[in-house]
């Protein structure tokens, strides 16, 4: 019925031209070989190959083209995945139509179409991520990664092969690198900025 909508809602619009429909990721993947659309609206939730598995796919093999994710929701996580995979926007299926059509025309156009607030929070943790790594040695974030997950001094110290007072020496110059007081506060940190 999804499919159904969607097709008479472009098939209307003289804008448009559906140039196929598939019902399932392996459709998709032979459609988007065979014709190259312009424009690919890809639901995340197809059977047999999901729309992510399809969306790696074509990236894979260079047959990536604008394409615009149909959801319900959708994490941070698999968010940026998807945008590092060529995705150009995500479409709400809670949306009106109307936006979905101006969604389209925007990407078609090669622009974006993204939902604000996941998108500042994906680009937040990012840029958080950056400034661990331009302020923390690997070492040291290899240490705040143990420390998140609750391991101990001597766990760390013996996982990283060091001695128990390197480890405490590590922590100290984390927490004055971070600003930081305490390890309560680095688990939150780590934790808040996808380093667990």
């Known amino acids: 019925m999804t499919l159904m909508g969607l097709s008479m809602l472009f098939g209307n619009d003289p804008e448009f031209a559906v140039v196929a429909e598939a019902s399932d990721g392996e459709e998709a993947l032979r459609a988007v070989r065979d014709i190259r659309p312009d424009l690919l609206l890809l639901d995340v939730n197809l059977p047999r190959v999901d729309g992510f598995d399809v969306l790696k796919t074509l990236h894979g093999e ?62 937040e943790r990012d840029a958080a991520r950056l400034k661990v790594r331009d302020l923390l040695t690997d070492r040291e974030i ?25 480890v405490r020496i590590h922590l100290h110059n984390i927490y004055r690198k971070l600003g930081l007081s305490g390890r309560g506060e680095l688990i939150a940190y780590a934790q808040r900025n996808g380093l667990t």
Request: net charge positive.
């Open 62 to 123: 260079s047959l990536a083209c604008r394409t615009l994710l149909y959801t319900y929701c959708m994490d941070d996580d698999r968010l940026l995945e998807a945008m590092n995979w060529g995705v150009r926007g995500v479409v709400l299926k809670t949306m009106p139509p109307t936006l979905l059509v101006q969604a389209v025309k925007k990407v078609h156009a090669g622009g974006l179409w993204l939902e604000i607030g996941s998108v500042g929070r994906v680009l």
């Open 142 to 166: 290899e240490l705040v990664k143990a420390i998140a997950v609750g391991s101990r001094n001597k766990t760390v110290a013996a996982r990283l092969n060091i001695q128990e007072g390197t």
